[in-house]
């Protein structure tokens, strides 16, 4: 039994940190129908920025992930301004290729400034706790992680649904032209949207950095499964986001446990598939 519950618990845990992760992602897929290549690499900038954070100014996760999700928010914003708005309106494979060569970038500089090697925060606030829920062990580092990303979703959530930048959102996902009719300025609803996609992401790494280590690939693999999370769930959708991520981590964590820890990723496309197949659109969307 305490078995299960370990496995539950770590899947949850891992399944809301995917879902904060690919609501950014979720975002601006659905609002501007551009595929963010370097949305991994973003989490990856939000990493090493809180590392450095804590490392030379004493700063804990706990505290600086509010200066990476906002300086995220003006990276992405930045990004948008100078590389992705020139591909909007062209090719579909103008902005992929576009925000392909910015993860190239990102890649390469951080690799470049900060080596390959793996750099971790010691004696963080939350380093090393563990609180016992139902028999299972969760590290309250990740615990945390997972909560506030939760809190974040939902503020998300609210600020799409429920107040009027959130519905210039949904009218410029829906018909942008239309919107512009209507007196709404898409070039801001698009700078606003993919600065909202980093600061997820620079939140998200802002607290994984308190108990994962920092290296210029670390955001590779999470990008892998947020597009996965986005597809499964829905374009556009930030509840769709958020059950498929929380899907797709109980299936991870059930699978490495009870078949062989290399089988958990075959367990997770192969559940993206058969979704896809009865679904294409996903489990949600608009």
Known sequence: MNNFAQVVVDGLMNGAIYGLVAAGLSLIWGVMDVINFAHGEFLMVGMYACYWLGHLAGVDPTVSWIATGAFLFL???????????????KSAMAPLLATFGLSIFLKNFCLNRFTPNFKLLNNTALSGKTIDIFGAIAPVPQLVTALFSLVVLGALYYLIKKTRIGWAIQATAMDAEAAELMGIDTERVF???????????????????????????????????????????????IPGALCAALLIGLVESFAGFYIAPVVKYVAVFALYLAVIMVRPKGLFGW
């Open 191 to 237: 700078a606003l949207v993919f600065g909202l996609g980093g600061m997820c992401v620079g939140i998200a790494g802002g607290f994984m950095t308190g108990y994962l280590a920092v290296f210029p690939e670390v955001g590779t693999l999470f990008s892998l499964i947020a597009f996965v999370v986005v597809a499964l769930g829905g374009f556009g959708s």
């Open 75 to 89: 990276l992405s914003a930045v990004s948008y301004k100078a590389v992705v708005r020139r591909c909007i309106g």
